[in-house]
């Protein structure tokens, strides 16, 4: 079957003089539903229920057929202020529950399909698992949504919806309010397509679904090469990955398959040109390189969304001219084994902000190069100060924790650090007076930390000392995105209010329930209100408590810091397996 193509309502509409959307005219309602009707496919098809619903129309036309829908219901249903006429079916939402508390969260880069986002074919026996409050799926008209975090932003109220969980909804929906946008609203939500037949498999080709932009995307078929082939033979301890590839006539998304067994990976991108992309995947053992040339130009840089749950890693390019591909284009795969040999690059100042008297956070890019440092891995940074090469090692963090508090000037491609100013330093003086434009040389990333090896333990403790807290952040972004996460605990130490940083973002990331984060200086101020002292196994048995086989504790600071850390922690019981310590 070839691949279903939707209209995308921006490329069926135009713009006014005023600036505003204005509809084309030449749609005839009456004659695009009898063209649906004459659709030539088996009506109890998936393919049926999508070409006969209205997520494959343009917006204009919609509308329109939603306003003819409304006219016949309203000459039977009672006025009211409710969507579904009634007023008892409007329920009151709690706090941060609204519309744009919902599209923040879709926004947020956490994932809401349950499945990695990567689509499914769901049958009906499949979709009957799925119908409890706390694991919920629904179709509507062939298209299957996971609302299980939809259910406290539902107006109507979570009974209301739960009628619909764990079956086809369509008839349900459409009785109750046709007219409500769906498709806009659950667009993050989507799990697959809706199967009537028996088996349930991921598809990987001839698959149309909703992206995260409302656009078609067609998936791609698994991308093996005949390199990769002769690899294979000669390499039978290679790791087991496959690029695949869908798109939108805006962009297109790549992606491995099969990393989730492999946890230590982590990415290199390269451009070549505007459409040749070479891609590195460096293992514990290999790097495999996967050189790509489209079969037409697409922008750097690619945006990219990290699945904690799955591990895998979509990088989407948007295409320079709207189009739909027919194929991905030519490809060729090498490997070669890996080695402890640093590289270096130049990085470009984006931005220099300070976050306190002390500390700076700078937000740096390579040219046409893309690296995703591992959680926990760290870079070394090099200057020429009068004449001698300094070099210094930081651990990358996370543009923001929220999404209002991304770092200035931030894209994909940059790498952002916090760095703190000694004044008698010899690297730090400099390069927290780096300007934007000015350029800095930086390695790839170094290390050995896997933070996929603490996976087990739903409970999360973290002790900071100082810029120890760089270290934490990486740990945090991560844990926040992942479901089996219960508890995140930071205890966040400092000598007083003019060292601390990053505290406003820290507080406002603590109103997720699982994050807790707790201000300890030990040289506090008069008009300080929080926290004092330094650690000592009393506080520690206080704010962290004897030793649980659910957590595991993770600890950065400075010597000192970590000798007391270390010890205290020991005395309540926790074992070394339990523990991590960085070097500050």
Known sequence: MEPL?????????????????????????????DKIKKVDV???????????????????????????QMKAKTKTMPSSGS???????KTALAPGHSLMDWIRLGNSGVDLTGVGGVPQVVTLSELANHNKQTDAW???????????RYMDFHPGGVDELMRGVGKDATKLFDNVHSWVNYQSILQKCVVGRLSRGISSASSTSSVTEKSNNSLPVTLGRNIRSTVQKAVDENSSNLPNVNMDWRQTSNSITLFYQGVRDYPDVYYRLQRLSDSKIIFRLIFEKHIIIHEIELIADIEWPPTYKRDFETMQVDFTFTKKLKDIWKSQGNHTLSQESFTNKRTYKEYEVLSNTPLCKLIHLLVLRAKNFLEIIPVGRHIEVKMNIMGMEISRSYTPVPPCLHPEDMAPNYKPDCICLMIKRYPNGAL??????????????????LGAFVTESFDRYPVIHMLAGGTGLTAMLGIIQRALARRSVKLIN???????????????????????????VTHILS?????????????S?????????????EGCIFTCGPKGFMLSAKKCIQILGWKSHQMYNFDD
């Open 537 to 549: 196994d009393k506080l520690l048995k206080e704010l962290i408590g004897e030793c649980s086989s």
């Open 138 to 148: 629904i179709a509507i008209r062939g298209v299957v949504f996971n609302v299980t």
């Open 5 to 33: 193509k939707m209209n995308d309502s921006s490329e069926t509409q135009s713009r006014g003089k005023n600036g505003k959307e204005k509809c084309r005219s030449h749609y005839d309602i009456d004659d695009v539903q």
């Open 428 to 445: 730090s003086p400099s390069i927290t007076k780096l300007q934007p434009g000015q350029t800095l040389i930086m390695s790839n990333g």
């Open 83 to 89: 969507a579904t006429g009634n007023p008892q079916n």
């Open 42 to 68: 088996k009506t109890s098809s998936p393919t049926s229920l999508l070409a006969r619903s209205t997520l494959t129309l343009p917006t204009s036309v919609v509308k329109s057929i939603q306003s003819e």
């Open 523 to 535: 040289h506090a101020g008069d008009k300080w209100e929080g926290r004092r002292g330094t650690v």
């Open 490 to 516: 930071l205890l966040n130490f400092n000598k007083d209010e003019d060292n601390m940083f990053y505290v406003a973002q820290l507080d406002r990331v603590s109103a997720e329930k699982k994050f807790k």
